[in-house]
């Protein structure tokens, strides 16, 4: 069983992965529709890797792509969810739904 804590940024004390494998995240460079997952990215990925570090986190950036965050559990099991025009506060709410 894996953990990873985002802390208390956004008004919950944790976020609990359970059984992730794998996180792997898309957003463009310069796309408007990314703005928010880049900046997730930008303040918490240190915490994320501290808390998580033999967690593969793969932050991929291609331009024009949709933002998204996939996580692949036991088994092969992955799931996906847009993060487009989502802000932080949302895409911490999000990563929640995704990996619990």
């Known amino acids: 069983l894996l953990c990873c804590c985002l802390g208390h940024r956004f008004g919950m004390s944790r976020f609990v992965f359970k059984a992730v494998q794998e996180l792997r995240i898309h957003f463009c460079q310069k796309g408007k529709s990314s703005a928010g997952l880049r900046d997730f990215v930008k303040s918490n990925y240190a915490e994320m890797k501290k808390v998580n570090p033999m967690v593969p986190i793969l932050v991929r950036e291609a331009e024009g792509i949709e933002p998204t965050v996939t996580a692949r559990f036991d088994k092969g099991l ?7 025009d989502m802000n ?13």
């Open 88 to 100: 932080e506060k949302t895409i911490g709410s999000k990563f929640k739904d995704l990996c619990n």
């Open 78 to 84: 992955e799931a996906s969810i847009s993060m487009t």
